[in-house]
């Protein structure tokens, strides 16, 4: 699995993951995976990372580089990995590239529904029943 994640540091400034799992350092910031800068103001770990666990919470930290003394955690909610959902080419193992913008989140899902068609447009609010949530 390789993280990426666009974000724009002065030199001597240094952008790590933490999350979850062991690999992420299970929350703690000095056990964090510590990003490489590429060209385009891209952060990457260098080497493809085996996770123990394909469903994980992770963020991202700023921290200073030479002391790395924590200076920004990343703000709002945690984000979600869930490699069980995408396809397998291999029985063994997924190679997975999460490309992420700092403090920007995506929501996608799908509805399902069985009573139309594919391609009919319905809103959420169409067909429920009194005591429905969402």
Known sequence: MTFKIFYETKFGEHISVVGSIPELGEWEQEKSLKLV????????????LLVSDPYFFYKYQFTDEEDEEL???ERGIDRIADLRILPCKQAEYKEVTLTDTWEQFQIR????????????KISL???LMEGDHI
């Open 71 to 73: 200076l920004v955690w």
């Open 125 to 127: 609010m169409q067909g």
């Open 109 to 120: 899902f799908t509805v399902f529904d069985a009573f139309h068609k594919a391609g009919d």
């Open 37 to 48: 800068w590429t060209d385009g103001h891209y952060w990457t770990n260098p080497e493809p």
